[in-house]
């Protein structure tokens, strides 16, 4: 049992949840992931770590309440208990000395997206971020997000905040060289950031977030292509590049499920929580 | 020996030469429930059996026993109504009896050698260890003596069939022993691996609280190599020896075209799903399943029949298993087989998917295949298959499960230098299960590549009695 000990309200359904979980806190670093499995009969939801204190025994994760699990996970309040954590996962991302680096996260993953520039920035780079979201209310972090960062900008969706769409990349890469891209957020966001930076010849960075189960390798249903190759998203990554990715066919494996999922968070919405629904 | 046959068979009734059989669920009714297939001896039924045996003076079948139960021994006591003496026989050697009983592959081992099965059927010596341990579970345990404490610790990484049995003997010779288990639940391939109908994970839950109850701790998620690496446990953590028992667990693919389709399950994903996060029981339990009305199995082991039965049950109109080679060249469980068919599985031999075709939404509709025939045996002694030059056919399918193999899981070797390990990814240990690492022990599909839960734990016996000698002389 991991006990929550901090539960915020980031923007609208967008939580972020500290627990204590002393030897993971002392072993994650940026780009790692976590389990989270909210009970006995919970699902094993994959969560990219926010933020790990390795003295006070805590990591951070947030969340989008969207699904079953994500909303039952998000009726938990401080003091509360998570069933089981199973982390650090995946491979930690590359952190050292490139030069200029353009990093750009998109929703929930603005938060681990936070602890990715300030390693950056402690290994001696240089970091243009952009933080984006569909709509203003969405976003959150950006003064701590622009405190790290050398150079700052904001879009949404629908222009309610900042730059229209992501468009206005090309034109900040054809100002300036940059030696890498980061790029974490949904997979249509990833994909379009990439096809942005191809042109320009910039090493680009992805972290995916494939359907998962196990995520330790065991069961492959995280199974991407990458140049032409099967690549497990949770032993071989969760980070790959961006320009050899096929982007299509994972987006088609993310919507594997949606029946289920959709059917699921229905009857638990329709019975107030109740696990059978109504059974 | 066959002295001792015809000794025997002069002084006493003759033997019956079928064994009893073991009642079973309806296969109409089964087919429909994760309920477990075989029901299990009654007592008459199970003394019936033991009086079978010949009570050998030099028993061959405790020869083919991976962990050497002294098997007459323990059915002269079952025969003499003493079940306790009994079962306390069997776990002198044998700390998983209840499973064992269930899932080990007695026609190959114990009951091969058996002499009674050089005239009729051998005695059904794995249903009299189940009749003992079931007797035994719903009666309670009683706990072994326990050896003083030695003040040595002993970390055991995966708490599958190796693990426990390694953790079980470690524990009764008063070593403090902590097992690190990746996943949530412990029990490894028991858990995940083998459906509920075959081995209900209740029983596996009593074997492992049995386990606790020596004094073994239990840590459930906890990736050894990801948080503490095998070098910290020793170094940093106070762990005096480690056993590495991480099983195989990597799915194998088959590397065709279309093989990213939606529908296209590894039988590991499958069975965790079902077994493990039991999606039979969504939207109860949160982990969903899709399964179509046409599921091909693609493979012909005990994965293979464990994943179509299991479709079967989640409600598929057909389950086909398709397989390169022959009836003959199939390794699973002829019982399984057997059972399998009973419950109408279909079998397509000497037939191999080329592609997987997909429909507008990237999920499967179609399997184009070949046709196989057998060349010379290969390197595994079964008859090469060889694809027959424009046979292709195609079949229609919306769920595929890909039961072909696992390789050793490779999180342990890359995160442990130093740790010999083979071109296969499998782990190299000496005839005592030692590494070439000190203090450093393994066992199990680790090390043998996938193999039988009790050769597993063979391997966990060896281990322990090697981890024990050593710490003893450190």
């Not at chain 1, 997000?145 to 900042?162: C, H, M, P, Q, R």
């Not at chain 2, 429909?359 to 196989?372: N, P, S, T, Y």
């Not at chain 2, 499998?426 to 590494?435: A, H, L, P, S, Y």
Request: charge should be positive; hydrophobic fraction near 40%.
């Amino acid at each position: 049992m991991y006990k929550i000990l901090k539960n915020e309200e980031l923007a609208p359904k967008i939580k972020l949840f500290e627990v204590y979980a002393p030897e993971m806190a002392e072993k994650a670093k940026p780009g790692q992931f976590i389990i989270v499995i909210v009970d006995e009969k919970g699902e094993r939801v994959p969560l990219t770590i926010a933020d790990y204190d390795a003295k006070k025994g805590t990591i951070s994760f947030v969340f989008n309440e969207v699904g079953k699990s994500t909303k039952q996970l998000g009726l938990l309040k401080k003091g509360d208990s998570i069933w089981n954590i199973t982390g650090p996962l995946g491979n930690p991302s590359e952190i050292k000395h490139f030069g200029r680096v353009l990093c750009v996260a998109g929703g929930v993953m603005i938060a681990p997206m936070r602890l990715q520039v300030k390693a950056l920035r402690y290994a001696g780079n240089v970091v243009v971020t952009v933080v984006g979201a569909r709509i203003k209310d969405l976003l959150f972090y950006e003064d701590e997000i622009k405190a790290l960062s050398n150079e700052f900008y904001v879009a949404t969706d629908d222009g309610s905040k900042g730059f229209k769409g992501l468009d206005f990349l090309k034109d900040v890469l054809a100002k300036e060289k940059f030696d890498r891209c980061v790029v974490m957020g949904p997979v249509v966001m990833m994909k379009n950031v990439s096809e942005i930076t191809k042109p320009f010849g910039i090493p680009t960075v992805v972290t995916l977030t494939p359907i998962m189960v196990d995520g330790m390798g065991m069961c492959g249903v995280c199974r991407v292509t990458v140049d032409r190759k099967m690549m497990f998203g949770c032993v071989d990554g969760p980070e790959f590049d961006g320009h050899k990715v096929d982007f299509d066919g994972l987006i088609k494996r993310q919507r594997m499920f949606l029946p289920e999922e959709r059917l699921s968070s229905l009857l638990w919405e329709l019975h107030g929580g109740c696990r059978c629904g109504g059974k | 020996m066959e002295v001792a046959v015809v000794a025997e068979s002069k002084s006493k009734p003759k033997i019956k030469k079928e064994a009893v059989p073991i009642p079973k669920q309806k296969p109409e009714e089964r087919r429909h429930n994760f309920n477990e297939v075989a029901l299990g001896y009654t007592e008459e039924q199970a003394l019936e059996e033991a009086n079978r045996c010949l009570q050998c003076p030099k028993p061959q079948c405790v020869t083919g026993c991976p962990v050497e139960i002294e098997i007459p021994a323990f059915i002269k006591l079952l025969r003499e109504g003493k079940y306790e003496e009994a079962i306390a026989k069997i776990k002198e050697k044998n700390s998983l009896p209840a499973i064992c009983g269930r899932v080990c592959p007695q026609e190959e081992q114990c009951q091969l050698k058996c002499v009674v099965g050089k005239v009729g059927e051998p005695v059904s010596i794995g249903r009299l260890e189940r009749f003992l341990a079931d007797w035994e579970r719903e009666r309670g345990f009683k706990v072994p003596e326990i050896a003083k404490p030695t003040g040595k610790k002993v970390a055991v990484i995966g708490a599958g069939p190796a693990g426990l049995t390694v953790a079980a003997d470690l524990a009764k010779l008063g070593h403090k022993v902590v097992i690190f288990e990746a996943l949530h639940l412990p029990g490894g391939v028991l858990v995940y691996g083998i459906p509920e109908f075959r081995l209900p994970k209740k029983i596996v839950q009593a074997e492992v609280d049995y386990i606790q109850r020596l004094g073994v701790e239990l840590k459930c998620g906890f990736l050894v190599g990801r948080t503490y690496t095998i070098p910290e446990l020793l170094k940093e953590r106070g762990f005096d020896a480690v056993f590495i028992g991480t099983g195989a667990g990597l799915p194998a693919f088959m590397n065709v075209p279309g093989e990213d389709l939606g529908g296209i399950y590894s039988a590991n994903e499958f069975l965790i799903r079902v077994n493990l996060m039991k999606s039979y029981a969504f939207p109860c339990y949160d982990t969903p399943i899709r399964i179509g009305k046409h599921v091909v199995v693609i493979g012909g082991g005990n994965v293979a029949m464990d994943s179509a039965r299991s479709a079967l049950r989640l409600g598929a109109e057909e389950v086909c298993i398709v397989y390169r080679r022959s009836r003959e060249e199939l390794p699973a469980r002829k019982e399984e087989i057997e059972n399998a068919e009973q419950e109408g599985i279909v079998c397509k031999f000497l037939a191999a998917p080329t592609r997987f075709i997909g429909d507008e939404k990237g999920w499967v509709k179609q399997m184009e295949c070949i046709c196989m025939e057998l060349g010379p045996p290969d390197e595994s002694g079964r008859r090469r298959p060889v694809p027959v030059k424009g046979s292709e056919f195609v079949m229609d399918t919306d769920t595929v499960i890909v039961a072909i193999g696992r390789t050793p899981n490779p999180i342990i070797q890359r995160t442990t230098e130093g740790l010999a390990v083979t071109k296969w990814g499998t782990i190299v240990v000496d005839e005592n299960g030692k590494t070439s690492l000190e203090g450093v022990y393994a066992g199990g599909d680790i090390v043998t590549g996938e193999a039988t839960v009790i050769s597993a734990m063979g391997a966990g016996k060896k281990a322990a009695r090697a981890i024990h000698e050593y710490l003893m002389k450190k």
